[in-house]
């Protein structure tokens, strides 16, 4: 019960919970925000809606704005005129499925065949393929990060709420006005029909939208579809505005947003819940850097280094490092060096620790050895762990995308990082014996205290050039 506890955790945890939480904080292979000084973008969800789309239509005209809609199948067959219309007054048209339902409730096949069956409802009202596609409530799975051929996944940088009535015209107008700017990607809806939405928001939506393009046009600001703002910010890259245009995407984020704290609150909670099922302990209550568990091994045999072989079924302590903690390392190093270095003396500092903690419980002597897996290429040799190749198969391939996902969130690149050297991004296996651990840990043993601290951290640097990060 416990391994199908921890592979329907595992799973759903790769599967949904971190690619959403990496597409909202970096933008992963997805757009969201452009980069321009007088172009923004205006997007339109869940419609068409034989009621709000044609007042909508007709205020954009008003204005000159282009904008993009993002059509619910099952509605967008209702009302093919409406299709037409939007197509042909040079607005952008792009999938939101057929039918409203979140991604995370549906397998790889059935996504697929919610986009081709409502692109295909837009193909043949239009006779053009659409390429852009925003999932419901932006929710992403791992699945959604694979090649979908042309498809441009969209989401957006300012959402204001304008499914719910009570927020009103004023206020949306107020909110709307404070990202009144270029660049912004708009979130605004055309339907109220949907589930969690109220039938008469768009009424409110269409009066705050009215007194925006009207402030708009007073400031020389203009709505463009969004293949437009795409075309507009890669100019913006190209012609040397690189740092604008990386912020777009998130990649190297000034100061840590109010939202991005939330995101990583989230993501830690949805730690603290796995070592509640789990289990899991820590050497060190009061700095844990290092947590574990204690289970059966499963996979192939591993010579150890004191001529015995782990073998299946032998018991190992599996090993996890505090991802709050390797956050915090991450948002105070500025280049990977730094980074490896925090981690290299948090882990010399933690062995002791957890030394000490198995010679003082003898239930813990049965364990054979330390077990993890991490994304590394030199640096815990030091300490006596064999770092072998993980088999190639099912687990490898999702524990690579898993590991580089969480690297992302906290190496100080961002995912800039798993483009430069994407050869050194291959998860890794490092056991390391009890009894080596034990004899050179341990009060009694071998240890002599943190020798990697008195290294001229110099010499250290140039001794972790080649380090990767080590995760999970």
């Known amino acids: 019960m416990e391994?199908?506890?921890?592979?329907?955790?595992?799973?759903?945890?790769?599967?949904?919970?971190?690619p959403g939480l990496i597409t909202r904080i970096f933008g992963f292979r997805v757009f969201k925000h452009g980069t321009s000084d007088k172009e923004f973008a205006l997007t339109f969800d869940d419609g068409p809606d034989p009621k709000y789309t044609p007042q909508l239509l007709e205020l954009l005209k008003r204005h000159g704005a282009k904008a993009t809609f993002f059509l619910v199948g099952s509605n967008a067959e209702k009302y093919p005129d409406l299709i037409k219309r939007i197509h042909e007054e040079g607005h952008l048209i792009g999938s939101h499925n057929y039918v409203h339902k979140t991604?995370?409730?549906?397998?790889?096949?059935?996504?697929?065949?919610?986009?081709?069956?409502?692109?295909?409802?837009?193909?043949?009202?239009?006779?053009?393929?659409?390429?852009?596609?925003?999932?419901?409530?932006?929710?992403?799975?791992?699945?959604?990060?694979?090649?979908?051929?042309?498809?441009?996944?969209?989401?957006?940088?300012?959402?204001?709420?304008?499914?719910?009535?009570?927020?009103?015209?004023?206020?949306?107008?107020?909110?709307?006005?404070?990202?009144?700017?270029?660049?912004?990607?708009?979130?605004?809806?055309?339907?109220?029909a949907t589930l969690g939405?109220?039938?008469?928001?768009?009424?409110?939506?269409?009066?705050?939208?009215?007194?925006?393009?009207?402030?708009?046009?007073?400031?020389?600001?203009?709505?463009?579809?969004?293949?437009?703002?795409?075309?507009?910010?890669?100019?913006?890259?190209?012609?040397?505005?690189?740092?604008?245009?990386?912020?777009?995407?998130?990649?190297?984020?000034?100061?840590?947003?109010?939202?991005?704290?939330?995101?990583?609150?989230?993501?830690?909670?949805?730690?603290?819940?796995?070592?509640?099922?789990?289990?899991?302990?820590?050497?060190?209550t009061q700095n844990p850097f290092l947590h574990f568990r204690i289970r059966p091994y499963h996979g192939e045999p591993v010579a150890l280094n004191d001529g015995k072989t782990l073998q299946a079924g032998?018991?190992?302590?599996?090993?996890?490092?505090?991802?709050?903690?390797?956050?915090?390392?991450?948002?105070?190093?500025?280049?990977?060096?730094?980074?490896?270095i925090q981690m290299i003396r948090n882990f010399e500092k933690t062995l002791p620790k957890?030394?000490?903690?198995?010679?003082?419980?003898?239930?813990?002597?049965?364990?054979?050895?330390?077990?993890?897996?991490?994304?590394?290429?030199?640096?815990?040799?030091?300490?006596?762990?064999?770092?072998?190749?993980?088999?190639?198969?099912?687990?490898?391939?999702?524990?690579?995308?898993?590991?580089?996902?969480?690297?992302?969130?906290i190496h100080p690149a961002g995912t800039s990082r798993l483009k430069e050297q994407p050869q050194e991004l291959v998860p890794k296996m490092m056991v390391m014996p009890m009894d080596h651990l034990l004899a050179r840990f341990t009060e009694t043993g071998s240890h002599r205290s943190h020798s990697t601290l008195e290294k001229p951290e110099a010499l250290e640097e140039e001794s972790l050039l080649s380090v990767s990060l080590p995760t999970r």
Not at 148 to 162: E, H, K, P, Y
Not at 321 to 338: P, W
Not at 369 to 394: C, H
């Open 3 to 18: 391994t199908l506890l921890l592979w329907l955790f595992y799973i759903s945890t790769l599967y949904a919970f971190i």
């Open 314 to 340: 032998d018991q190992v302590m599996e090993l996890h490092f505090d991802n709050k903690k390797l956050y915090e390392i991450g948002t105070r190093s500025r280049t990977t060096v730094q980074l490896a």
């Open 103 to 192: 991604n995370w409730l549906m397998g790889p096949a059935a996504v697929k065949k919610q986009i081709q069956k409502t692109n295909k409802i837009i193909y043949d009202v239009t006779g053009v393929d659409s390429h852009y596609y925003r999932p419901p409530w932006g929710i992403v799975n791992l699945f959604d990060f694979t090649n979908r051929g042309n498809t441009q996944i969209v989401l957006w940088s300012a959402m204001f709420a304008d499914w719910r009535v009570k927020v009103g015209a004023d206020r949306l107008t107020k909110r709307m006005m404070k990202k009144l700017r270029g660049g912004e990607v708009f979130l605004l809806h055309d339907c109220g």
């Open 354 to 409: 957890l030394a000490q903690y198995i010679y003082d419980h003898p239930e813990l002597q049965e364990v054979k050895a330390l077990y993890g897996v991490s994304m590394i290429n030199r640096g815990p040799e030091q300490f006596g762990f064999i770092i072998t190749d993980l088999p190639k198969g099912w687990f490898a391939s999702s524990t690579q995308i898993y590991l580089k996902l969480l690297m992302s969130v």
């Open 197 to 284: 939405a109220n039938v008469g928001a768009p009424a409110e939506m269409l009066t705050a939208l009215e007194r925006v393009l009207t402030e708009a046009d007073r400031r020389g600001l203009r709505s463009i579809r969004i293949d437009e703002l795409i075309r507009v910010t890669e100019e913006a890259k190209r012609k040397g505005n690189p740092a604008k245009a990386t912020s777009s995407k998130g990649r190297t984020p000034v100061k840590v947003s109010w939202f991005k704290r939330g995101i990583v609150a989230l993501w830690l909670l949805w730690e603290k819940i796995f070592h509640v099922i789990f289990q899991l302990k820590t050497p060190d």
